[in-house]
């Protein structure tokens, strides 16, 4: 089987021509190359997905370079950057014109690596070659003296326009159409950023429109709570804390499996003690609500939910990277609920086939796999079974199989 091709990968610009919306970005590139080695280096400076590393893959077609790529963890000491740099410095490409040295992602070098920035800066002085460098945001204060020795090309977050075009590109390349209003929830959706958007397209093809507007619904569910937990954990206690929850489409529920999830994450020391505290408090009134049919109880979860967990540390940094994680949980009930949807539409197809009632036939479920399989293929075929309810009957089977191999053991 020919394996795929992401379009991210598959559509990869390689000529300066194949950019799109960053033109004084690119005359800027021309520019410097023009006057080089007056200058060592260039920084790439701009939002996520608006093309720096592909400017750099373009430059070196462009001028027949070999492109020698780093990332933040090769240069954590010295060590290792000379290691993996010198050999590179010291030797001529045999096959290009030149090389470009580019070092990816330089938002990712902390200022307590053995090397790191230090060594970045040392290398501008050795090099014979162009270094590029590529960040998110070059303007922080650890940057400082990168920024004297080198020269920044701003590159703009991309328009929606600048997004479709792209992406009618590649669809005309493939031969594929899609509806309208799909390609401008695409561009919508990517915020400029065309890795985004070409992943995005690439669902779209995959699994189709209707879909991948379910998905889009939930991510945006998904976006809006990873802000909440943002201004809930990282954000100090004020009185709109309490409305936190109001602006997102969760149950309350819901959100109490979020913030579970994350006090961990957020919180540190007693901290964790008391948020868990606030918790618990949450999870007995929404017990209350549910027993009781009491739902005035709400009032109570949600001030411990939002209030009695923010309350519970004094230290917040809002400017802190903390990377939410989705609750184990919910995907645990999510894989559980679509198992029993697709046993129970298996059900009432077998229940329509029979003429017998939907309880009596979920009652005999457990031997559907081996009445079906007994079953005549023509009168089997009527059931109009799909492939993911056959792969579900096999693993029911199966697991039938094993549980009962493993009794006669016990």
């Given amino acids: 089987m020919e394996k795929k ?22 005359q800027e590139v021309k520019n410097f190359f023009k006057t080089f080695p007056r200058q ?19 430059l070196a077609h462009e001028y027949n370079y070999e492109l020698f790529e780093l990332n933040a963890s090769d240069l954590r000491n010295r060590a290792s950057l000379d290691e993996v740099l010198k050999p590179s410095l010291e030797q001529s490409s045999l096959f290009k014109k030149g090389k ?11 200022t307590t690596d053995r090397g790191g920035l230090p060594e970045l800066i040392a290398l501008l002085s050795k090099t014979h070659y162009p270094i590029i460098i590529t960040a998110n945001d070059i303007w922080h204060k650890k940057f400082s003296l990168l920024r004297q020795k080198c020269k920044i090309v701003n590159f703009k977050e991309l328009s929606e326009s600048d997004i479709k075009f792209i992406l009618i590109k590649v669809l005309h390349a493939e031969n594929k159409r899609i509806s309208l209003e799909t390609l401008t929830l695409i561009a919508k959706q990517s915020r400029g950023d065309v890795r985004a958007a070409l992943n995005d397209l690439q669902s779209v093809l995959d699994i189709g429109e209707e879909l991948f507007a379910q998905e889009i619904s939930e991510r945006e569910k998904q976006e809006s709570i990873f802000n909440i937990l943002k201004k809930l954990f990282q954000r100090p206690f004020d009185s709109n804390t309490i409305k936190l929850f109001d602006s997102t489409g969760m149950e309350l529920d819901e959100v109490l499996l979020w913030v579970e999830e994350n006090i961990p994450e957020a919180y540190q020391g007693e901290f964790i003690a008391r948020a868990y505290d606030a918790l618990s408090k949450a999870d007995i009134f ?15 979860e949600n001030f411990f939910l939002s209030a009695g967990i923010s309350a519970s540390s004094k230290f917040k940094n809002i400017t802190k990277f903390i990377q939410y994680k989705r609750p184990s949980r919910i995907l645990k009930i999510f894989l559980a609920n679509q198992k029993n949807q697709r046993k129970k539409a298996i059900v009432e197809k077998y229940a329509r086939l029979c003429h017998v009632s939907k309880r009596k036939a979920m009652k005999e479920s457990f031997l559907l796999p081996f009445i079906l399989e007994q079953m005549d293929p023509k009168t089997k075929k009527s059931m109009d079974l799909e492939d993911k309810d056959e792969e579900f009957l096999q693993e029911k089977k199966a697991a039938i199989i094993v549980a009962a191999g493993l009794n006669q053991f016990r």
Wanted: no cysteine; charged share 25%.
């Fill in 286 to 300: 929404r017990g209350r609500i549910y027993r009781q049919q009491y739902w005035r109880f709400l009032v109570y």
């Fill in 100 to 110: 470009v040295i580019l070092m990816d992602e330089a938002d990712g070098i902390t």
């Fill in 40 to 58: 060592k280096a260039l920084i790439f400076n701009g939002p996520v997905g608006t093309g720096k590393t592909s400017m750099a893959i373009a």
């Fill in 5 to 26: 091709i992401p379009l991210i990968e598959k559509y990869r610009v390689e000529r300066f021509d194949d950019i799109v919306g960053q033109d004084i970005a690119v």
